[in-house]
C-alpha cells in the first residue's frame, strides 16, 4: 500500500513528453552566449533522430528577464508569450519547446495564472488583438530544451560514439548537475523529477554512462538574481551564491558539470575565471577550471559531433580536459578559427585559469 | 483598510502569492538573498499580511524589497504555499507606481535596468543583445568574451548563428512587423507608462541629487554601500 502511495506521488513527476511535432522558441540569453548549443539540437532531433521542430523568425524575446528585473508589468509579459502562442497557432503546432529556462518557468506560470483567472486571460486575448490583430490557442504540451534531450536519451544514446566514459581509467565519467531554478522550483509537477529530485539532467547522463555525483549545495541557486547580475553594484550577490557551489562541489572531483539553463551556465562558467583572476583559486584539475555543459552540448559530444563546430570554443573553460577523458579526437589547432577555417588571434590567457 | 494594501490585492502575483503566513521562517532559511543581504522575506511576507499601512509604506521606501534574486528557492518550500518572490514583486511594482522606489539606493536602479532591458526589448527585440552586452561593462564576460566581441561575425558565423541578418536563426535580425508589435504591445499594456513613471520619478531624483541623467545612471549602475551586506 505504501509502495504504491509512493508510486502514485512520484508519478506527479513523471512527464509524459510528446514524441514529435514541437514549435521550437530561442532563448536571449544562449542565442548570444551559446548559439551553437541551440542549433546542435536542432541538427541532432531534425537529421539524427528525424522528427519536427519548427521555428519562426517572427518570435522575440519573452520579455522575462525585464520581467524578474521588475521593468515590465506582468500584462506585458503575457501579452508578448500570448503572442508566441499566437505564432505556435498559425504555424499548426500544438507542442511548444522553449530553449531558456526563465521562459519555461514564466511560460509555465503564466498558464497556471490563467486557469486560476481565466478573467485575466480573456484580458491578454484582448490586449494581443488589439496590440497585433492575433489570437491563440494554449499549447497543449510546454517543454524545456532539457527535457527533449532527456526525452531522446536512448535513441541518442544508440548512436553514442564517446560514451561518458574515462578512457584512461575505464570509470563513468563524474558528472554534477545545476538546475535552473525557474525549471521546476515554482511548479514542481512541470519539470521531471519535480524541484527536489529533478532528475532531466541525471536521467541523460546516466543513460550516455556517466555517474552523477551528489554534493551538498547541489539545489542552491547560481546567483543570476536578475537584477543581482545586471546591475553592476549588484553582482557580488551572484558571484558568491555561485562560489558557495563551486566550494560544496570541489571536495567530489567531478569531470564536468551539467545545465539545463542558459543563465546559470553562463554564470557557472565565467565565475571561474573571476574566482581564479581575484581568489587565485582553480576549481578543476591541473590548473584548469570544471568544464560547463548544456544538456545539448553533451548529447552533441556522446554523439561525436566536433567541439568546435558546436562552439564550445566560445566557454571561457576550457572543455580539453573533459575532451581527453572521453577518448574525443579533437584538433586544438582549429578552436580559435572564425568562419571558412579563417585564423583569429588567441584570446588573451587569464592570468591562471588555463585556457588552451 | 488602506490604499497600499488594496492596491497590492489587485495584483494577481500577490492573489496568488499570499495566504496565511505561519512565520515558519522556511523561506528565510532557503534564501539565497538572505545569505548574502540583511534579508529577511518572513518578515516582508508578515508586514504584507499584518495591512499596516505604515509599515507597508515602509517596506516600499526600502532597499528591502530590491534584495530579492526572484530565484523562487522559497515557493517549493513553503508549508502554506506562499509565494515570498512574488509578494516582493507586487511590492516592487507598487514600490515604482507610488515613485517611492527612488528613496532608497537599491530602488534606484530601477533606471539603469529600465534603460539597458527596455532598450534591448524596443531596439532589437532581444532581452539580452551582443549591440550592449560589452565586455567594458561586463568583465567577467572573460577573455574569451573580449574575444567573441572583437570578432564577432566570425565566431557567430562559425557556430550558425545569424547574426543581425534577415534569416531565420539564432541571433538573427527581428523582422519589422514582429518589433512593431512589441512596440503596441508595450503601450496597451501598459509598459509605457511603468517606464514613464520609472523614468519622471528618476528625473527628479536626480535634480535633487544634483546630477545629470548620465551622472544619475553612472551612480545608480555603479556604485553601492556596504551597509546592506550581512556581515557588514
Ligand atoms: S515559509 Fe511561508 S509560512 Fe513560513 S514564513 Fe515564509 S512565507 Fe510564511
Ligand atoms: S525568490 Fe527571493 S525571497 Fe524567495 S528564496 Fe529567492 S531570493 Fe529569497
Redesign the pocket.
Known amino acids: 500500500m505504501i509502495y504504491e502511495g509512493k508510486k502514485r506521488i512520484w508519478s506527479d513527476y513523471q512527464k509524459e513528453i510528446p514524441d514529435d511535432h514541437w514549435f521550437f522558441a530561442r532563448s536571449c540569453i544562449r542565442q548570444n552566449f551559446n548559439p551553437g548549443a541551440e542549433n546542435t539540437m536542432l541538427d541532432i532531433v531534425r537529421n539524427k533522430l528525424g522528427k519536427d521542430f519548427y521555428e519562426t523568425k517572427y518570435h522575440t524575446t519573452c520579455g522575462g528577464i525585464a520581467y524578474h528585473s521588475d521593468v515590465i508589468p506582468q500584462e506585458t509579459a503575457m501579452t508578448i508569450i500570448a503572442r508566441h502562442f499566437a505564432l505556435m497557432t498559425e504555424a499548426g503546432y500544438k507542442n511548444m519547446v522553449v530553449s531558456c529556462v526563465t521562459s519555461f518557468g514564466l511560460y509555465s506560470e503564466i498558464l497556471e495564472t490563467w486557469k486560476e483567472f481565466p478573467e485575466l486571460k480573456a484580458k491578454i486575448q484582448q490586449n494581443l488583438w488589439d496590440a497585433c490583430r492575433k489570437e491563440f490557442d494554449t499549447p497543449e504540451y510546454l517543454a524545456h530544451s532539457s527535457d527533449i534531450m532527456y526525452k531522446y536519451r536512448y535513441p541518442m544514446s544508440e548512436q553514442a560514439k564517446y560514451p561518458l566514459t574515462n578512457v584512461h581509467t575505464g570509470k563513468p565519467i563524474r558528472v554534477v548537475e545545476h538546475i535552473g531554478?525557474h525549471y521546476a522550483k515554482m511548479f514542481p509537477s512541470k519539470g521531471v523529477g519535480g524541484a527536489e529530485y529533478p532528475y532531466v539532467l541525471s536521467g541523460l547522463a546516466e543513460a550516455f554512462g556517466g555517474e552523477i555525483v551528489d554534493y551538498p549545495e547541489r539545489r542552491h541557486?547560481c546567483g543570476f538574481?536578475f537584477r543581482q547580475y545586471l546591475v553592476k553594484a549588484n553582482r557580488g550577490y551572484s558571484l558568491s551564491n555561485t562560489y558557495k557551489k563551486f566550494e560544496s562541489m570541489e571536495p567530489y572531483k567531478p569531470d564536468v558539470i551539467i545545465t539545463n539553463c542558459p543563465g546559470c551556465n553562463y554564470f557557472l562558467d565565467r565565475w571561474q575565471y573571476v574566482l581564479s583572476e581575484t581568489n587565485g583559486k582553480v576549481y578543476g584539475e591541473n590548473g584548469y577550471g570544471i568544464p560547463v555543459l548544456s544538456s545539448e552540448e553533451l548529447a552533441a559530444l556522446v554523439m561525436g559531433y566536433d567541439p568546435w563546430t558546436i562552439g564550445l570554443q566560445m566557454h571561457q573553460v576550457a572543455v580539453e580536459p573533459l575532451l581527453d577523458k572521453m577518448g574525443i579526437k579533437y584538433d586544438p589547432a582549429k578552436k580559435y578559427e572564425g568562419a571558412n577555417g579563417k585564423q583569429l588571434p588567441k584570446p588573451q590567457a587569464p592570468t591562471l585559469l588555463k585556457c588552451y | 483598510m488602506g490604499k497600499y494594501y488594496d492596491k497590492l490585492m489587485q495584483d494577481y502575483r500577490l492573489k496568488e502569492g499570499l495566504n496565511a503566513c505561519i512565520n515558519c521562517g522556511t523561506?528565510?532559511a532557503?534564501?539565497?538573498?538572505?545569505e548574502f543581504y540583511k534579508?529577511n522575506?518572513k518578515n516582508?511576507v508578515n508586514i504584507v499580511q499584518s495591512k499596516d499601512e505604515e509599515a507597508i509604506e515602509e517596506l516600499l521606501k526600502s532597499d528591502a524589497i530590491w534584495?530579492?534574486?526572484?530565484?523562487?528557492?522559497?515557493?517549493t518550500r513553503c508549508p502554506r504555499k506562499n509565494?515570498?518572490?512574488l509578494v516582493?514583486m507586487s511590492l516592487r511594482r507598487l514600490s515604482i507606481e507610488t515613485g517611492l522606489f527612488t528613496e532608497s539606493e537599491k530602488g534606484r536602479q530601477q533606471y539603469a535596468l529600465a534603460k539597458v532591458l527596455t532598450g534591448n526589448i524596443l531596439d532589437h527585440g532581444y532581452c539580452v543583445h551582443p549591440a550592449t552586452f560589452k565586455y567594458e561593462s561586463h568583465p567577467e564576460y572573460g577573455t574569451v568574451g573580449k574575444w567573441i566581441e572583437d570578432n564577432i561575425d566570425d565566431v557567430y558565423e562559425r557556430v550558425g548563428a545569424v547574426y543581425n541578418q534577415d534569416a531565420t536563426g539564432a541571433l538573427r535580425k527581428i523582422p519589422k512587423e514582429s518589433m512593431d508589435d512589441l512596440h503596441r504591445i508595450f503601450e496597451v499594456t501598459g509598459a509605457n507608462d511603468l517606464l514613464d513613471h520609472i523614468y519622471t520619478a528618476s528625473k527628479k531624483k536626480a535634480d535633487e541629487m544634483g546630477l545629470t541623467e548620465e551622472e544619475y545612471f553612472h551612480q545608480v549602475f555603479n556604485i553601492t554601500g556596504p551597509e546592506h551586506l550581512n556581515n557588514y
Do not use: D, H, L, R
Open positions: 531554478c541557486c538574481g | 523561506c528565510t532557503i534564501c539565497p538573498a538572505a534579508y522575506p516582508i534584495y530579492c534574486g526572484e530565484c523562487m528557492s522559497c515557493v509565494a515570498p518572490g516582493v
